[in-house]
């Protein structure tokens, strides 16, 4: 007896499930469930692969940041000479030269550690003279002596005459000391084929050579070689090897290069004075080995070998280590979280409209299973029994089409994302069974109405707190979620609360949406009932009676504004990206001119000035990190010196702010230079008084006169008139060319003179085609796309869930005489209130979000501006959106027509529907 009554208490806890109506259920509901494994599908195949491709993205960003810094992100160490001093007060020739230089790079590689090591390519060492005149009566041309060596050796050439240089004839068994009074010590090279024929020169010729001190140089062309690879990468660290480099010794010169061997390499250490010949050793970054997951690490091995660098004035043959790479992958790795950060509140936005679509595809198919469900548990079904049926085919669904959608993005991305996947599962397989367990729940119930008015007031006020302390819920949420996005601003990964503000304040926003639809229903309604149009009354009255259901309105108004706020993020992004540009160059085009060839300035800007498309040109000489004294403390901006006035033209003629306080440059302030400043860190205020240093003579006054408009991507800028500087005892030579108009790009030279040109559409293609700005912006359109598509599913779904008793009454209405244009108007006047409250709502909500979050977001780290950019708005993209909604509400009234057109009148006499 013990036991038979165990096991029917066994069996009433365990639930059993009626697998003939599981599958009767799920065949006459094929629809819906496939509608829901359709959305979980997509959905997963969206959130799992994004995080994914994400992390590619990322590695790609940092390689792309690593490639366009180019030379500044290499890794450069330094060391000095082994003194060559004589026993009798001469220079000693050093014979095994090379191998101190190999010994040296060995060194170097060791100092490494394994992870910056394995990041970096194998070292170059290279070994450079000073820049030499060649005095042949020719055109203005450079030479420098250069020898370089890898692991393997020099880089490889084939000599077409000669042979490779080789080391001075000397006694072997003697040493050589060379005396200070000397002639000059000969020393071997080889030329490329471009440089011979440059120079006019032939295997066994000498090369005139002076230095700046008009010291003449012994040096012999020992052959004319060929090089194996031109895309060999060490080529990169002297290019004038291979080819004469114009300008790069200033403006209409052409430098040359001679190729040193290892044996001649001692004899170039004696032709130059004892530190004018350069050892160093450099190691290029190696893409392939960089990504973002080990990029801090690496910064941080840079940051403590520069830490560790010896002192420049010690010659005691330390390793002096420089690079910008920490910088760099420092940089890249602030984007990556930010677009990271971007990324997730896109994605918290997808989930949202999600879950609130499968609630609603949930809620359809508990209606139309309503009547299945009654009879099954007055049959005696347990409700467990029940909630097992139902969570098992709610399951299965979300599961396979989980499935689907993991295989899907397996397919198209390098993984998959398990963690944004888990909300779009709970709520696919719980809210069905969650729902049909409390319909069935209800329908069996033995609790009555109470008949005391006081208990059903009690009853109704018991709902409206629990209702209300939901609400509250959500809007403390909401509140925390802002608060922390504010306050964190760029979240480390893991933090869900900030980035998941936009998407729950466009739900808390929706709830007051909520609140306040049913009574402007109720007072449509009332005015409804003073006009003469019957129509206008019934329609309203439909309204009024499903202005209660909370879910289609929270989904369309919710969906409706996150699809506004990603439309927004990507026009701001767009145009932040525009504007960046223009910041960063400052003009159409600039020109930015070597320190040897800024003589030349003013040819050229009479040059470009006179070239066909150019509006205006501006010269100017900007100094970045100049030595300036504010306040007693010692400061370094960008100082700019520039005619205030044509660069106040300039202004005006560019998207750029203008900058009406430039005409205070060419003011009096007592004795002082008047100036305009601006600094992030607030070191620079206007008001104050500043001081340029000089060498030699006394610093000039400065005084802060307003605020500087931003000049480039410099954080601090003090920008002064030229002929007030100039007045002041300080004449400059202008270093910068601004030049606006559409022949901008072709006037600027670009062999001619040694100058870096820097185009506007240039910086914003690169910009743009940035792996992390168009991945972001791909996103924000794609997330735009299914939150729409998200908002329209949720409307069809909410019209089909009402549709039973809205057509029950509109065919009654029917029997009365109206016309079936008439029955539309009416269901119209019904559907179309949540529409247009969520085409007008939506959007505008969506441009609150997004002027609540963009700033924490910094868009700016990825657009490239200074400020966080100006929130814009596309105001014909949100109308796309408000009019699919309204076009969304008029299909779903044609389609319900027409499905219910052929009901007979009688049929509707006799069932109501």
């Known amino acids: 007896m013990r036991g038979t009554a165990l096991r029917r208490a066994v069996r009433r806890l365990v639930p059993a499930p009626h697998w003939p109506s599981v599958r009767g259920r799920a065949r006459a509901d094929a629809g819906p469930l496939l509608l829901a494994a359709t959305i979980v599908a997509v959905v997963t195949l969206l959130a799992g692969a994004v995080p994914p491709l994400l992390g590619a993205t990322a590695d790609d960003a940092v390689q792309d940041a690593v490639h366009r810094a180019g030379g500044d992100a290499d890794v450069l160490v330094r060391t000095d000479w082994e003194p060559d001093d004589g026993p009798t007060g001469g220079r000693v020739r050093m014979p095994h030269l090379a191998e101190d230089v190999d010994t040296f790079r060995d060194r170097a ?14 070292p170059v060492a290279v070994v450079t003279s000073p820049v030499l005149n060649v005095t042949d009566g020719g055109v203005l041309r450079t030479f420098q002596l250069t020898y370089l060596a890898g692991d393997a050796g020099g880089p490889g050439v084939t000599w077409i005459t000669g042979g490779p240089p080789g080391s001075t004839p000397i006694d072997p068994d003697r040493s050589v000391e060379l005396p200070f009074n000397a002639p000059p010590w000969p020393v071997q090279v080889g030329l490329s084929e471009a440089d011979a024929a440059a120079l006019g020169l032939r295997t066994g010729d000498h090369i005139q050579l002076k230095d700046t001190q008009q010291q003449v140089k012994d040096v012999r062309v020992s052959g004319v070689f060929r090089a194996a690879d031109d895309a060999d990468p060490v080529w990169r660290l002297a290019p004038a090897l291979l080819r004469p480099v114009p300008g790069a010794d200033g403006a209409g010169t052409m430098r040359t290069a001679g190729l040193l061997s290892r044996e001649s390499l001692s004899d170039a250490r004696l032709a130059f004075d004892a530190e004018q010949l350069q050892q160093t050793v450099r190691f290029a970054p190696q893409p392939d080995a960089l990504s973002w997951a080990t990029a801090a690490g690496l910064g941080r091995t840079v940051v403590e ?15 002096r280590w420089e690079s910008q790479l920490d910088a760099v992958l420092h940089d890249a790795l602030t984007q990556v979280d930010a677009a990271s950060t971007q990324a997730s509140v896109l994605l918290a936005g997808i989930l949202l409209g999600t879950v609130l679509v499968l609630l609603l595809a949930a ?64 709520a696919a397989a719980a809210a069905g069974p969650a729902l049909g367990v409390l319909t069935a729940a209800r329908a069996t119930r033995n609790r009555r109405r109470p008949a005391n008015r006081a208990a059903r ?73 003073r006009s003469r149009r019957p129509l206008a009354v019934f329609g309203a009255a439909q309204a009024a009676e499903t202005s209660g259901r909370a879910l289609p309105l929270l989904t369309l108004a919710s969906a409706t504004a996150m699809t506004s706020f990603a439309l927004v993020l990507a026009a701001t992004t767009g145009q932040g990206l525009i504007d960046g540009a223009w910041r960063t160059v400052g003009a159409d085009a600039r020109l930015d001119i070597a320190p040897d060839a800024e003589a030349s300035t003013p040819m050229l800007a009479e040059r470009v000035a006179a070239a066909p498309g150019v509006r205006q040109v501006v010269a100017a000489q900007v100094t970045d990190r100049a030595r300036v004294i504010a306040d007693s403390m010692v400061v370094a901006p960008r100082l700019v010196v520039v005619d205030a006035t044509a660069f106040q033209r300039l202004l005006a003629t560019t998207p750029l702010p203008d900058a009406p306080a430039l005409a205070r440059l060419t003011t009096t302030v007592g004795g002082a230079v008047p100036a305009l400043v601006r600094s992030d860190d607030g070191s620079l205020r206007p008001g104050m008084r500043l001081q340029l240093p000089r060498d030699n003579a006394p610093a000039i006054d400065l005084a802060a006169v307003g ?49 870096t040109v820097v185009l ?86 969506g441009i609150l979000l997004a002027r609540l979050t963009l700033g924490p977001l910094e868009l700016r780290l990825l657009t490239g501006q200074a400020n966080d950019p100006a929130t814009v708005s596309p105001w014909w993209q949100l109308g796309l959106v408000a009019g699919a909604l309204v076009v969304a509400a008029a299909a779903v009234v044609r389609v319900e027509s027409a499905l219910r057109r052929r009901r007979q009148l009688g049929e509707v006499l006799r069932v109501g529907t």
């Open 109 to 122: 590689s060791d100092a490494l550690g394994p992870d910056l090591g394995a990041a970096l390519q194998r």
């Open 305 to 319: 070998l520069k830490a560790t660098s010896g002192s420049s004035g010690a010659a005691d043959g330390s390793l």
């Open 363 to 426: 809620d359809l198919l508990v209606r139309r299973r309503a009547a299945a469900l009654t009879a099954a548990r007055q049959r005696g079904a347990g409700l467990p029994d029940i909630g097992a049926e139902l969570l098992l085919e709610a399951a299965a669904v979300a599961l396979l089409a989980a499935a689907a959608g993991l295989a899907a993005a397996r397919a198209l991305a390098p993984g998959v994302s398990w963690s944004w996947i888990v909300p779009v599962l709970v």
């Open 457 to 529: 007031r009690w009853a109704r006020d018991t709902g409206r707190l629990r209702r209300a302390a939901l609400e509250t819920a959500v809007l403390i949420a909401a509140a925390a979620a802002f608060t922390a996005l504010h306050q964190r601003g760029l979240a480390p990964a893991g933090s869900a609360l900030p980035v998941s503000a936009p998407a729950v304040g466009a739900l808390a926003a929706a709830l007051v949406l909520l609140r306040l639809f049913p009574a402007g229903a109720r007072l449509a309604l009332r005015r409804a009932l």
């Open 707 to 755: 605020t500087s408009p931003a000049v480039g991507d410099a954080d601090a800028v003090v920008i002064v008139d030229a002929a007030r500087l100039a007045a002041a005892g300080l004449p400059t030579t202008p270093n910068t060319l601004w030049v606006s108009g559409p022949g901008a790009a072709r006037a600027l030279p670009a062999d001619d003179v040694a100058a």
């Open 760 to 845: 506007r559409a240039e910086v914003l293609r690169e910009r743009r085609d940035a792996p992390l700005t168009s991945g972001l912006l791909r996103l924000a359109r794609t997330a735009a796309v299914a939150l729409l598509v998200l908002g329209l599913v949720g409307f069809a779904l909410g019209a089909a869930a009402g549709a039973p008793q809205r057509w029950q009454t509109l065919a009654r209405l029917r029997t009365l005489g109206l016309r079936s244009r008439d029955v539309r108007r009416i269901a119209a006047g019904e559907l179309s209130p949540p529409a247009v409250v969520a085409a007008v709502g939506g959007p505008l909500l």
